[in-house]
């Protein structure tokens, strides 16, 4: 029997179009662009990790988009390849499938 997890990725509202019609692709995005040198998906380990993100430094980064961030929670089998980068963060250099993601909730 296959164990599932569940994961929480902050996007722009303007993304979700591209991302439920094609899939969450990696990626080395412009907050990332400085720090990064692999694409990848970004996804915290918990909604309470993301939370304290955007109210804390992820928030900080998002202050320049005048639009809502969606919040999508990604649920993934453990066999699916992720790097852990930080006790609060794992990372994917593999696709993720729309039907493996759905919105959380807007901030």
């Not at 380990?45 to 992820?58: G, I, K, Q, V, Y």
């Not at 988009?65 to 250099?93: H, K, M, N």
Request: glycine share 2%; hydrophobic share 40%; net charge negative.
């Amino acid at each position: 029997m296959t164990e599932y997890q569940m994961f929480y990725h902050v996007t722009p509202e303007s993304n979700l179009e591209s991302i439920f019609e094609k899939e969450l692709m990696p990626t080395i995005g412009e907050r990332s662009a400085q720090c990064e040198s692999m694409p990848l998906v970004f996804l915290f380990n918990s909604l309470e990790d993301c939370e304290t993100a955007l109210a804390n430094w992820l928030g900080e980064e998002f202050e320049d988009i005048y639009e809502r961030l969606a919040v999508l929670e990604v649920t993934l089998p453990d066999s699916f390849p992720l790097i852990t980068t930080v006790e609060w963060e794992s990372a994917s250099g593999t696709v993720i499938s729309p039907n493996q993601i759905q919105i959380h909730h807007y901030e």
